[in-house]
């Protein structure tokens, strides 16, 4: 069973740093993308960043780029999203995302408070 968990949220001072982790259950970490996506309160999802299958090619959005760093462990069946220099603005509920079966699977989120 396909199963997104994520965690490592909190409430963190502007400039400060918060590693959020993905870990994946029912399909093998690196034969499949995994993105995460942030909602901010009155606002549409977003993306934020992917990781794609191996060789694991990453991409950010510009709002988040050398800030945010994904990365993958494949033995933990966990992607990190690093995100460094903290903003108020990436107040949000961050939330993982895989396609593995041609199905859309989520998880429940976790929430980033960052404080000016």
């Known amino acids: 069973q396909v199963q997104l968990v994520e965690s490592g949220g909190g409430l963190v001072q502007s400039g400060g740093s918060l590693r959020l982790s993905c870990v994946v259950f029912g399909f093998t970490l690196d034969r499949y993308a995994i993105g995460w996506f942030r909602q901010a309160p009155g606002k549409e999802r977003e993306g934020v960043s992917c990781?794609?299958?191996?060789?694991?090619?990453?991409f950010y959005a510009d709002s988040v780029k050398g800030r945010f760093t994904i990365s993958r462990d494949n033995a933990k069946n966990t992607v990190y999203l690093q995100m460094n220099s903290l903003k108020p603005e990436d107040t949000a509920v961050y939330y993982c995302?895989?396609?593995?079966?041609?199905?859309?699977?989520w998880g429940k989120g976790t929430l980033v408070t960052v404080s000016s």
């Open positions: 990781i794609t299958s191996s060789p694991g090619s990453t």
């Open positions: 995302n895989a396609v593995p079966d041609g199905m859309n699977y």
